[in-house]
């Protein structure tokens, strides 16, 4: 057998023509096909999920090469010196292949702007909060931290003395505190000696030789972070807390607009520059810090990409370069363009060699952050290029004599770390498109008959090769994904693969224009007329509609997520703000993928603007029989408002304001909607007494989390009243009892609310509110068919909340449902159907052990597997915990037979984290902001895909164990041998009964 369905079912009517052999060689194989726990089997591990470990900063501005001296790694961050809140990351990565050897969030709090320095085998960083942190080089340890004060724009410098003894200095307002490398004050001096305004702007990294004075540039700044007047150069003596001398003259070609962010010192020769850009990014200066007052004007192309050994070699030459690097050991320069690289010989002579190889380096379309030589030998460099869109690709110039050879010797994606949306698509195609034709092979291949003929076909291929059993079982079992990953601040589309050799690798990539300032995907359609099984409101379709909002505009690219080739791209006029993309599936004649941009003063645009498209949208539309609805959160405001869209005479469409929900004095701080494509295979939920509890799933709610944005609420609140009112005149579920756990704290006002609301009517159909929740901590929330799961911090206790809702219909009592009698039971569902959209809420409040940053749930092809919920914790982990733990009807006393023969448990308000649980065992996944799941062919696999932070990860897993899939490590070599063995002593049986039979005749 091989990685095929192997069920109970099916293997009794597996007959051989042995009967007692052949019950034995069944057992044997479903005995050995069993899976009896959750956790990843050690086989597993690493060949059905994988980590992708970013830096964490997309962009790199800082780069120190070799902190340790040995050449084989370097330091990255994000900072250096610009104002504006950065990444907060600073890592240590691999100079061989760009690997992420350790990273560190190095901020106190999130939002804040950090500054790096380097020096004695530590990397000292500085957050807005004024932490000074050394960290250990080669493992990232915490060696000291230090408080300086506040800094608001921090930045960090480091320098040696004559005794070649290293320092940091770091400026906190105007005063510059200067620590010794292993945590001792020094001293502190004060730059309002300078002037009454000024501001340190640069530390030189060498003391002078002939006094031992430290020397530093400061200045005067203005709000718009230009320097108001010509900076002044000081010594300091550190020691006595005194400034010694102060001058500048030496500073003569100062221009009034220079940028103080850009300021830096560069060493040329035996003598030190500071270096400044203009603001407007048209040229820069090197200001001359010796006597001599040299000057000299630097060509902007070679600001912040240059060395300063480059720029004393020959200024001119690389400044008709993107970026060029010197190494001294081979006497090389190196220039770069975007489709070319040049390298010369000589310091003087110049002179060019002949460079073959690989030249495509840089996209046309991005720019460069930085350019850095890692390393450095007579016959080899490698050269770091970081570019705006986040890409970091690793140059290596192999010189022998006059000629080079130029290639990539790697190339890492930084800018997965900002991804903000993902959209997961089947890669395993076999010609279609659509949903009938996709489906319908599948099934056709999961048949009886077919995986029979597919298992000989197997079996047989085993014995003599089984080089792409793997691959062939992936795409049979449709677990073959590729992962459509958006970054609204790189301004770029990736697909990623997810199975085979290429797991976690970058397919294909595709450049969105960097001046618009949003972007979005958009996949699937409507939500369906019927509410059984769920929303139905995904497609199967590998087109993907990516949308760019500029000034004036909509670019548009419908592209195939599975291979990225973009089958249609344009453009659509646009005369105010888009407020909703609202999704259609058409055959439109650009692209089958469509959408409804709905703007702020309500007109409509059909993206694209195409004629076919807007008549399958119209006709939808006429079709419903209450009208097309869609709604539009106004976060600002705290505040939903529904609208009507309807198609207009003249083909357009035009929406209208029907309802609206305001949150007055409060803010909102989470959503969540339905997923779109979620099957829900029972409407229903079987009781200990054969009672019926119904599900209530509405295709158009909303949940939105509020907290209150002062401390003060109004007596008789809407949470107050509507809780009284929840429930009444209906029968209690069995499992719910009257007792209730009573926190031990006095009650007190509400904080955080939690609003279920009908996205068509407007209305708030549930609110639940809770106390003592801290407002300023992250809260999770999501809707998994008439669950709603939520988690918060209590300020009170320092603990994570978890907060459940389910809502139902009613009941269907175990005798009312009868061969002969059968409840009236509607198909559709409607929002103006006051009686059917008031659901009966339950809820329970449970204790989480760790910070949540991110809640999913699992999906199947059917909802037959049971659903858990999955939970990204603050330590790094995703855990999946069975949703029958989080249910609302656990009661509080003692089990009721009914409620034992249901399985329900007592109530414990701690939720119990099993590290068989653990989907990413030993695995850290740093600062998940999301994770989605999507089927597969079989019911028990589900796929799940964690982003949003630093790193990305996927997996499979089983919510219900692999009744359905033999597992990876499962040996087919063992079972094909066995097999063999026993067809060779049936036949051997066969021969020795039938000559003992015909023996026997002749006695």
């Given at each position: 057998?091989?990685?095929?369905?192997?069920?109970?079912?099916?293997?009794?009517?597996?007959?051989?023509?042995?009967?007692?052999?052949?019950?034995?060689?069944?057992?044997?194989?479903?005995?050995?096909?069993?899976?009896?726990?959750?956790?990843?089997?050690?086989?597993?591990?690493?060949?059905?999920?994988?980590?992708?470990?970013?830096?964490?900063?997309?962009?790199?501005?800082?780069?120190?090469?070799?902190?340790?001296?040995?050449?084989?790694?370097?330091?990255?961050?994000?900072?250096?010196?610009?104002?504006?809140?950065?990444?907060?990351?600073?890592?240590?990565?691999?100079?061989?292949?760009?690997?992420?050897?350790?990273?560190?969030?190095?901020?106190?709090?999130?939002?804040?702007?950090?500054?790096?320095?380097?020096?004695?085998?530590?990397?000292?960083?500085?957050?807005?909060?004024?932490?000074?942190?050394?960290?250990?080089?080669?493992?990232?340890?915490?060696?000291?931290?230090?408080?300086?004060?506040?800094?608001?724009?921090?930045?960090?410098?480091?320098?040696?003395?004559?005794?070649?003894?290293?320092?940091?200095a770091a400026a906190a307002g105007q005063t510059l505190i200067v620590i010794s490398s292993s945590g001792q004050t020094v001293g502190t001096v004060s730059a309002s000696s300078v002037s009454s305004d000024a501001q340190w702007l640069e530390v030189l990294p060498v003391t002078t030789a002939s006094n031992g004075l430290v020397q530093a540039l400061?200045?005067?700044?203005?709000?718009?972070?230009?320097?108001?007047?010509?900076?002044?150069?000081?010594?300091?003596?550190?020691?006595?807390?005194?400034?010694?001398?102060?001058?500048?003259?030496?500073?003569?070609?100062?221009?009034?607009?220079?940028?103080?962010?850009?300021?830096?010192?560069?060493?040329?020769?035996?003598?030190?520059?500071?270096?400044?850009?203009?603001?407007?990014?048209?040229?820069?200066?090197?200001?001359?810090?010796?006597?001599?007052?040299?000057?000299?004007?630097?060509?902007?192309?070679?600001?912040?990409?240059?060395?300063?050994?480059?720029?004393?070699?020959?200024?001119?030459?690389?400044?008709?370069?993107?970026?060029?690097?010197?190494?001294?050991?081979?006497?090389?320069?190196?220039?770069?363009?975007?489709?070319?690289?040049?390298?010369?010989?000589?310091?003087?002579?110049?002179?060019?060699?002949?460079v073959t190889g690989e030249t495509n380096i840089i996209g046309a379309d991005d720019e460069l952050t930085s350019a850095t030589l890692l390393s450095c030998s007579a016959n080899q460099l490698t050269m770091l290029l970081s570019t705006e869109s986040g890409t970091a690709t690793a140059l290596r110039l192999d010189v022998d004599g006059s000629s080079?050879?130029?290639?990539?010797?790697?190339?890492?994606?930084?800018?997965?770390?900002?991804?903000?949306?993902?959209?997961?698509?089947?890669?395993?195609?076999?010609?279609?498109?659509?949903?009938?034709?996709?489906?319908?092979?599948?099934?056709?291949?999961?048949?009886?008959?077919?995986?029979?003929?597919?298992?000989?076909?197997?079996?047989?291929?085993?014995?003599?090769?089984?080089?792409?059993?793997?691959?062939?079982?992936?795409?049979?079992?449709?677990?073959?994904?590729?992962?459509?990953?958006?970054?609204?601040?790189?301004?770029?589309?990736?697909?990623?693969?997810?199975?085979?050799?290429?797991?976690?690798?970058?397919?294909?990539?595709?450049?969105?224009?960097?001046?618009?300032?949003?972007?979005?995907?958009?996949?699937?359609?409507?939500?369906?007329?019927?509410?059984?099984?769920?929303?139905?409101?995904?497609?199967?379709?590998?087109?993907?509609?990516?949308?760019?909002?500029?000034?004036?505009?909509?670019?548009?690219?419908?592209?195939?997520?599975?291979?990225?080739?973009?089958?249609?791209?344009?453009?659509?006029?646009?005369?105010?703000?888009?407020?909703?993309?609202?999704?259609?599936?058409?055959?439109?004649?650009?692209?089958?993928?469509?959408?409804?941009?709905?703007?702020?003063?309500?007109?409509?645009?059909?993206?694209?603007?195409?004629?076919?498209?807007?008549?399958?949208?119209?006709?939808?539309?006429?079709?419903?029989?209450?009208?097309?609805?869609?709604?539009?959160?106004?976060?600002?405001?705290?505040?939903?408002?529904?609208?009507?869209?309807?198609?207009?005479?003249?083909?357009?469409?035009?929406?209208?304001?029907?309802?609206?929900?305001?949150?007055?004095?409060?803010?909102?701080?989470?959503?969540?909607?339905?997923?779109?494509?979620?099957?829900?295979?029972?409407?229903?939920?079987?009781?200990?007494?054969?009672?019926?509890?119904?599900?209530?799933?509405?295709?158009?709610?909303?949940?939105?989390?509020?907290?209150?944005?002062?401390?003060?609420?109004?007596?008789?609140?809407?949470?107050?009243?509507?809780?009284?009112?929840?429930?009444?005149?209906?029968?209690?579920?069995?499992?719910?009892?009257?007792?209730?756990?009573?926190?031990?704290?006095?009650?007190?006002?509400?904080?955080?609310?939690?609003?279920?609301?009908?996205?068509?009517?407007?209305?708030?159909?549930?609110?639940?509110?809770?106390?003592?929740?801290?407002?300023?901590?992250?809260?999770?929330?999501?809707?998994?068919?008439?669950?709603?799961?939520?988690?918060?911090?209590?300020?009170?206790?320092?603990?994570?909340?978890?907060?459940?809702?389910?809502?139902?219909?009613?009941?269907?009592?175990?005798?009312?449902?009868?061969?002969?009698?059968?409840?009236?039971?509607?198909?559709?569902?409607?929002?103006?159907?006051?009686?059917?959209?008031?659901?009966?809420?339950?809820?329970?409040?449970?204790?989480?052990?760790?910070?949540?940053?991110?809640?999913?749930?699992?999906?199947?092809?059917?909802?037959?597997?049971?659903?858990?919920?999955?939970?990204?914790?603050?330590?790094?982990?995703?855990?999946?915990?069975?949703?029958?733990?989080?249910?609302?009807?656990?009661?509080?006393?003692?089990?009721?037979?009914?409620?034992?023969?249901?399985?329900?448990?007592?109530?414990?308000?701690?939720?119990?984290?099993?590290?068989?649980?653990?989907?990413?065992?030993?695995?850290?996944?740093?600062?998940?902001?999301?994770?989605?799941?999507?089927?597969?062919?079989?019911?028990?696999?589900?796929?799940?895909?964690?982003?949003?932070?630093?790193?990305?990860?996927?997996?499979?897993?089983?919510?219900?164990?692999?009744?359905?899939?033999?597992?990876?490590?499962?040996?087919?070599?063992?079972?094909?041998?066995?097999?063999?063995?026993?067809?060779?002593?049936?036949?051997?049986?066969?021969?020795?009964?039938?000559?003992?039979?015909?023996?026997?005749?002749?006695?």
């Amino acid at each position: 057998y091989n990685d095929h369905i192997l069920t109970a079912s099916q293997s009794t009517r597996m007959k051989f023509r042995s009967g007692a052999l052949s019950a034995i060689a069944s057992a044997a194989c479903l005995a050995a096909t069993t899976t009896t726990t959750q956790a990843i089997y050690a086989e597993d591990a690493g060949k059905i999920d994988f980590l992708i470990a970013t830096p964490g900063h997309s962009v790199t501005r800082f780069v120190h090469p070799s902190p340790t001296g040995d050449g084989d790694s370097f330091i990255t961050s994000d900072s250096a010196g610009q104002s504006g809140p950065t990444s907060c990351y600073v890592a240590k990565r691999s100079t061989q292949d760009g690997s992420v050897l350790w990273r560190r969030n190095v901020c106190t709090q999130a939002g804040q702007s950090h500054a790096v320095a380097v020096a004695d085998e530590r990397v000292f960083t500085v957050d807005s909060s004024g932490i000074l942190k050394a960290w250990s080089t080669s493992d990232a340890q915490l060696d000291w931290e230090a408080k300086i004060g506040d800094t608001g724009n921090p930045k960090a410098w480091t320098f040696t003395d004559a005794n070649k003894k290293s320092y940091v200095a770091a400026a906190a307002g105007q005063t510059l505190i200067v620590i010794s490398s292993s945590g001792q004050t020094v001293g502190t001096v004060s730059a309002s000696s300078v002037s009454s305004d000024a501001q340190w702007l640069e530390v030189l990294p060498v003391t002078t030789a002939s006094n031992g004075l430290v020397q530093a540039l400061a200045g005067t700044v203005g709000e718009d972070g230009l320097l108001k007047k010509k900076p002044t150069l000081v010594e300091l003596d550190i020691s006595a807390q005194s400034l010694v001398t102060s001058s500048s003259s030496g500073l003569g070609h100062f221009k009034g607009n220079l940028s103080a962010d850009s300021i830096h010192a560069m060493q040329v020769g035996d003598s030190w520059q500071i270096a400044a850009r203009a603001s407007e990014g048209s040229e820069a200066f090197a200001f001359g810090v010796d006597a001599s007052n040299v000057s000299e004007n630097i060509p902007m192309s070679v600001w912040g990409k240059l060395t300063s050994d480059v720029y004393s070699i020959n200024a001119d030459k690389a400044g008709s370069f993107s970026a060029a690097t010197y190494c001294d050991a081979a006497d090389v320069m190196v220039g770069v363009n975007f489709g070319s690289v040049e390298a010369w010989k000589g310091t003087n002579a110049m002179e060019a060699l002949s460079v073959t190889g690989e030249t495509n380096i840089i996209g046309a379309d991005d720019e460069l952050t930085s350019a850095t030589l890692l390393s450095c030998s007579a016959n080899q460099l490698t050269m770091l290029l970081s570019t705006e869109s986040g890409t970091a690709t690793a140059l290596r110039l192999d010189v022998d004599g006059s000629s080079a050879k130029s290639g990539i010797a790697w190339t890492k994606e930084d800018g997965l770390s900002t991804i903000s949306t993902a959209i997961m698509l089947d890669g395993s195609h076999i010609g279609s498109d659509d949903l009938v034709g996709e489906e319908a092979a599948l099934l056709n291949r999961l048949s009886f008959s077919s995986r029979l003929s597919s298992q000989f076909t197997d079996l047989t291929t085993a014995v003599s090769a089984r080089l792409t059993q793997s691959n062939k079982k992936d795409h049979a079992f449709g677990f073959v994904k590729i992962a459509v990953l958006l970054s609204q601040s790189s301004h770029r589309v990736w697909g990623l693969d997810t199975a085979g050799p290429n797991r976690g690798n970058i397919k294909w990539t595709i450049d969105l224009p960097k001046s618009a300032k949003w972007h979005t995907m958009v996949h699937g359609t409507k939500s369906s007329k019927s509410a059984a099984h769920g929303i139905n409101g995904g497609t199967h379709s590998r087109e993907i509609l990516v949308l760019s909002a500029q000034e004036e505009q909509i670019d548009w690219k419908c592209i195939d997520g599975t291979d990225g080739d973009i089958h249609a791209e344009g453009s659509v006029a646009i005369a105010s703000p888009v407020i909703q993309i609202v999704p259609f599936y058409g055959s439109g004649e650009f692209c089958r993928q469509g959408a409804l941009a709905l703007h702020s003063d309500m007109s409509i645009s059909a993206i694209p603007n195409d004629n076919k498209l807007k008549e399958d949208i119209a006709g939808d539309m006429t079709e419903l029989e209450n009208g097309f609805f869609s709604h539009v959160v106004r976060r600002e405001d705290s505040k939903l408002e529904s609208v009507q869209i309807k198609p207009s005479s003249d083909g357009a469409f035009v929406g209208f304001p029907v309802g609206q929900t305001a949150f007055a004095g409060e803010k909102i701080v989470g959503l969540s909607y339905p997923v779109r494509d979620e099957i829900v295979q029972r409407m229903s939920t079987t009781l200990g007494d054969n009672s019926l509890l119904l599900k209530y799933i509405n295709p158009h709610l909303v949940a939105i989390v509020t907290v209150a944005s002062n401390e003060l609420t109004v007596e008789g609140d809407i949470s107050s009243s509507m809780s009284k009112k929840n429930g009444t005149g209906k029968r209690k579920p069995v499992g719910v009892t009257n007792e209730t756990p009573s926190a031990s704290e006095p009650p007190n006002t509400p904080n955080l609310f939690v609003n279920l609301v009908d996205t068509v009517t407007g209305r708030i159909i549930h609110r639940t509110s809770h106390i003592n929740a801290d407002t300023a901590a992250p809260v999770s929330v999501i809707i998994s068919e008439n669950w709603v799961i939520y988690t918060f911090v209590n300020q009170k206790s320092r603990r994570t909340e978890l907060g459940v809702l389910t809502m139902h219909e009613g009941m269907i009592d175990s005798k009312s449902l009868t061969a002969f009698s059968t409840p009236e039971q509607a198909s559709s569902f409607s929002s103006f159907n006051t009686k059917e959209s008031k659901p009966v809420v339950l809820s329970k409040l449970y204790t989480f052990p760790k910070a949540v940053t991110a809640l999913g749930a699992t999906a199947t092809r059917d909802g037959i597997s049971a659903r858990n919920i999955m939970f990204a914790t603050a330590d790094g982990k995703i855990t999946s915990i069975p949703r029958q733990m989080l249910e609302t009807r656990r009661p509080s006393g003692e089990l009721k037979p009914a409620e034992k023969t249901e399985g329900l448990v007592q109530y414990m308000e701690l939720i119990p984290m099993v590290p068989l649980m653990t989907l990413t065992y030993n695995k850290t996944v740093e600062g998940v902001q999301n994770i989605i799941s999507v089927h597969t062919g079989l019911e028990s696999q589900s796929l799940v895909l964690a982003f949003g932070g630093p790193d990305i990860f996927f997996t499979r897993t089983s919510p219900t164990k692999g009744f359905d899939l033999l597992p990876e490590s499962f040996s087919h070599t063992l079972v094909s041998i066995v097999t063999v063995g026993i067809l060779v002593v049936l036949a051997v049986v066969k021969t020795m009964s039938a000559k003992k039979t015909i023996k026997q005749g002749w006695v």
